[in-house]
């Protein structure tokens, strides 16, 4: 039996039971179009992971207060240090070769009014550095000055969402606000922009560190970035930031440095972990589509016993048989595949236009895996019914009486 002579023969097949060839393309496509469309989310948060820490600037260390004890544990968020970082443990990080930019930073929440509008706004307090290690433009007016790093200016930089509640459609500009028990004034307000890492700059106040130091009444700094250069090595300046701490602390380690680079890579670690686990619970979906194509295969040789009776009597093989009701079962998982691949691209480029700041896309193991796992199952559990087939008897099958 020629491969033409097999698939006329499955054409038929399919055409005389729609609703059951329907079913199976249903099942399968289903399947191939999960694997594809949840590993694409699971590539799209790494995408979107790495390109937040890229908007924290080139390379990044972070010097938190609190020394991490457990080994394996995550940083500490806020800590609990011996002695506060201070803005001169800042400045002296400054002087370390390689270290092109301090940002010390005093975090605090307070509320922000102007006329009859106030509202509760997270205020960071910083310098000037501040906008070249995160990367931060201003729409209008201008950023912090360098005297900022020293002296309790009156002055503050809207983010942009705080610049549309408090003042609306008027400009803000030039204009004083009060910030706790002071008054600033308004010299720039950032530009559109969306959240970084869960922290959001469009519903941000930034004010001089020193500023922040009296309205807080907080000598000691929430964490210190430090942007370092392209060229130096990530490692070696991790071990000076730590050796100056200790210096400056009595000889105490009671600080956390973590880089970019690394908390990249652990997020990357996790949420490539995350869609493989994904890829393999979305796969589940593919067993009961095998699953169910046995099934049906299974009914389907009882009702086309005097058929495959006929074709034993004409001549055919038990293999031909069998080699008739797997094609079937792969041609059906072929089409079925194809489906699915394109459902999910076509799912994929809507919500791909519908947000687009998330990239979403799928990796490329996914249609591969999908495919090998389609094609695995359905070649696994069509193997029962096509022997059950190939066993009949011709004559007995012809009379329908097996």
């Keep these: 039996?020629?491969?033409?002579?097999?698939?006329?023969?499955?054409?038929?097949?399919?055409?005389?039971?729609?609703?059951?060839?329907?079913?199976?393309?249903?099942?399968?496509?289903?399947?191939?179009?999960?694997?594809?469309?949840?590993?694409?989310?699971?590539?799209?948060?790494?995408?979107?992971?790495?390109?937040?820490?890229?908007?924290l600037g080139n390379r990044i260390l972070i010097v938190l207060p609190g020394r991490k004890e457990?080994?394996?544990?995550?940083?500490?968020?806020?800590?609990?240090?011996?002695?506060?970082?201070?803005l001169e443990d800042a400045n002296a990080l400054g002087r370390i070769p390689g270290v092109l930019a301090v940002a010390p930073i005093i975090a605090g929440t307070t509320t922000v009014a102007h006329s009859s509008r106030s509202r509760e706004v997270i205020t960071l307090g910083s310098s000037d550095k501040f906008f070249a290690v995160r990367q931060l433009?201003?729409?209008?007016?201008?950023?912090?000055?360098?005297?900022?790093?020293?002296?309790?200016?009156?002055?503050?930089?809207?983010?942009?969402?705080?610049?549309?509640?408090?003042?609306?459609?008027?400009?803000?500009?030039?204009?004083?606000v009060r910030v706790g028990d002071r008054r600033m004034r308004v010299i720039g307000v950032l530009e559109e922009r969306g959240e970084s890492l869960g922290l959001d700059m469009r519903d941000m106040l930034l004010i001089p560190v020193r500023t922040a130091e009296q309205l807080f009444d907080s000598p000691g700094l929430f964490r210190i970035l430090l942007d370092i250069a392209s060229s130096a090595d990530s490692d070696k300046i991790q071990e000076k930031v730590l050796k100056l701490i200790r210096s400056r602390h009595d000889g105490e380690e009671d600080v956390t440095v973590i880089s970019q680079d690394s908390m990249l890579a652990a997020f990357?670690?996790?949420?490539?972990?995350?869609?493989?686990?994904?890829?393999?619970?979305s796969s589940i979906s593919l067993l009961v589509a095998g699953i169910l194509i046995m099934n049906i295969s299974l009914i389907s040789v009882s009702q086309r016993r005097q058929e495959i009776g006929l074709l034993k009597a004409i001549g055919a093989s038990s293999r031909q048989i069998k080699q008739l009701f797997i094609g079937e079962s792969l041609l059906l998982i072929s089409m079925g595949s194809a489906l699915g691949i394109g459902f999910?691209?076509?799912?994929?480029?809507?919500?791909?236009g519908l947000w687009p700041s998330f990239p979403l896309q799928p990796?490329?193991?996914?249609?591969?895996?999908?495919?090998?796992?389609?094609?695995?199952?359905?070649?696994?559990?069509?193997?029962m019914p096509a022997k059950r087939a190939a066993a009949l008897d011709p004559v007995l099958a012809l009379r329908g009486l097996q």
């Design 1 to 55: 039996m020629r491969v033409s002579d097999q698939f006329s023969f499955n054409r038929q097949i399919f055409l005389r039971h729609k609703v059951r060839t329907g079913l199976l393309l249903l099942a399968v496509a289903i399947g191939v179009a999960s694997v594809i469309l949840l590993t694409s989310l699971g590539e799209g948060a790494r995408g979107y992971v790495d390109r937040e820490f890229s908007a």
């Design 268 to 281: 990357d670690n996790i949420l490539a972990t995350l869609t493989m686990a994904i890829a393999a619970i």
């Design 363 to 383: 990796p490329n193991w996914a249609v591969p895996a999908a495919l090998v796992v389609a094609f695995g199952t359905g070649l696994v559990f069509s193997i």
């Design 70 to 86: 457990t080994t394996g544990g995550g940083p500490p968020i806020y800590g609990a240090a011996p002695r506060d970082l201070t």
């Design 344 to 352: 999910a691209f076509a799912l994929i480029t809507i919500l791909a």
């Design 137 to 176: 433009e201003v729409g209008v007016g201008r950023i912090l000055s360098p005297r900022s790093r020293s002296e309790p200016l009156a002055v503050c930089v809207l983010g942009i969402k705080v610049k549309r509640e408090l003042f609306g459609n008027s400009r803000a500009l030039g204009e004083w």
